[in-house]
């Protein structure tokens, strides 16, 4: 399941943005793409994290992507869902964090229901993500309204989902708008709950990382349209 | 280590956010229980000695106690509950069967250790360790 993407199965951007099917190299760079952003934003996303939480999501995330990129790095997996996969195992292991099984099970899911193909459309990345989306809110016990990362989620695979799949854009916007709407909740799952009504009025840190992971999808998809044989990967 | 046992037993594992709760926990239940050579270990915070929680040292120390009889996990809070249970949902690393227990971990694990050491199977481990949450202490 481990093998070398070769050159042609680079070339994915001949349909242009919104069409075109998807390959690993694809997935790589979107994987990539947050963890520059979280690399970007880790301080932004401790700094939440000190109000309502323990003040670790940023240092956590980062721990954990770049050892993702790094992975990444040595080996493109061959097909999308095994990226994935592999990002979420890293995740699991090395965040150390609550946002380690939860970040990891949103990928290892959504790679788990992409399948072994080479390619995917952006219809079953749709799908997938939704899947990946539920089996989080499963393992944190969390529904929509909680002021956890599901607030992001959910309304970005819906956008996604409306769209046919075809409009990260969307995606990316309603993740932003939804982590913005974290501020007046609060929180009744995790460290955050602890503090009840004080939770209030602060934006919620994991939704926060979760707005960034879906407009590094957006940001591999644009990538993607600008640059045909485009190889990604911004080190 | 596992066949100098006549019996198997089930295996404990204590998971902590911090390496030196998990494994004074691990200690002190097995001293307060009276079975010193007790299957159970502490798998706490990050390889690095960090706070945290890992999959990977939950996973070692799992293998280490198993000795076919099944592993009882008990977890302080947060993202070892989360760690537990992600890997019990989709990872194929923890020895089978494997349980998330839910129980106060110091109480809970005096009472998993205790309940092991006289040949509970797993599931009378779990109860064991489950009731623990209705000792009162006023």
Same mark, same amino acid.
């Given at each position: ?9 680079? +070339? ?6 919104g069409?075109?099917? =998807?390959d690993?190299?694809? %997935? ?14 880790? @301080?932004?996303?401790?700094?939440? @994290?000190?109000?309502?939480g323990? /003040? ?8 954990? %992507? ?18 994935l ?6 995740? !699991?292991?090395?965040?150390?964090? &609550? ?20 390619? !995917? ?15 989080? /809110? ?7 309204g @909680?002021?956890?990362?599901?607030? &992001? =989620? ?9 769209? +046919?799949?075809?409009? %990260?854009?969307?995606a990316?916007? /309603?993740?932003?708008? +939804? ?31 979760a707005? =960034?992971?879906?407009?590094? =999808? &957006? ?17 | ?8 037993? #089930? *295996?404990?594992?204590?998971v ?25 270990? *502490? ?11 890992s ?12 000795? *076919? ?5 008990? #977890? ?36 998993? #250790?205790?309940?092991?050491?006289? *040949? ?5 481990v ?7 949450y ?5």
């Amino acid at each position: 399941m481990s093998g070398k993407v070769t050159n042609d199965a680079g +070339g994915s951007g001949e349909g242009g943005e919104g069409t075109s099917e =998807l390959d690993a190299a694809f %997935f790589a760079r979107w994987m990539t793409a947050t963890a520059d952003a979280v690399a970007r934003e880790a @301080d932004r996303l401790t700094e939440l @994290d000190s109000a309502i939480g323990d /003040a670790d999501h940023g240092e956590n995330m980062r721990r954990g %992507f770049e050892a993702a990129r790094a992975e990444l790095g040595e080996e493109i997996p061959a097909t999308p869902g095994a990226v994935l996969m592999t990002v979420g195992r890293k995740l !699991v292991s090395t965040v150390g964090g &609550a946002s380690g099984p939860l970040y990891g099970t949103l990928l290892r899911r959504t790679g788990k229901a992409l399948g072994s193909g080479e390619r !995917v459309s952006r219809e079953e990345l749709a799908g997938a993500l939704s899947a990946g989306v539920e089996a989080v /809110a499963q393992l944190g016990g969390a529904a929509a309204g @909680d002021k956890t990362m599901l607030d &992001a =989620l959910f309304p970005a695979v819906e956008a996604m989902t409306d769209s +046919g799949g075809k409009d %990260f854009e969307a995606a990316r916007a /309603a993740a932003e708008r +939804g982590a913005e709407e974290t501020v007046p909740l609060q929180a009744r799952k995790g460290r955050a709950s602890y503090l009840g009504e004080r939770s209030v009025g602060h934006q919620d840190p994991g939704a926060t990382s979760a707005a =960034l992971l879906m407009a590094a =999808l &957006a940001a591999a998809d644009t990538a993607q349209g600008a640059g045909p044989g485009d190889s990604g990967g911004s080190e | 280590m596992a066949e100098a046992k006549e019996t198997k037993q #089930v *295996g404990i594992v204590l998971v902590s956010h911090s390496k030196e709760v998990a494994d004074s926990v691990a200690q002190l239940a097995a001293g307060l229980a009276g079975v010193p050579d007790a299957p159970v270990a *502490g798998a706490g915070g990050r390889p690095d000695g960090g706070l945290g929680t890992s999959e990977e040292l939950i996973v070692e120390a799992a293998r280490q106690v198993d000795q *076919g009889a099944g592993v009882a996990l008990l #977890v302080d809070l947060g993202s070892a509950v989360l760690t537990v249970k992600a890997l019990l949902a989709d990872g194929d690393e923890l020895p089978e069967p494997a349980q998330l227990v839910d129980a106060p971990l110091i109480e809970g694990s005096v009472a998993a #250790v205790v309940t092991a050491a006289g *040949g509970g199977d797993l599931a009378a481990v779990a109860a064991g360790a489950e009731e623990a949450y209705t000792y009162r202490k006023v």
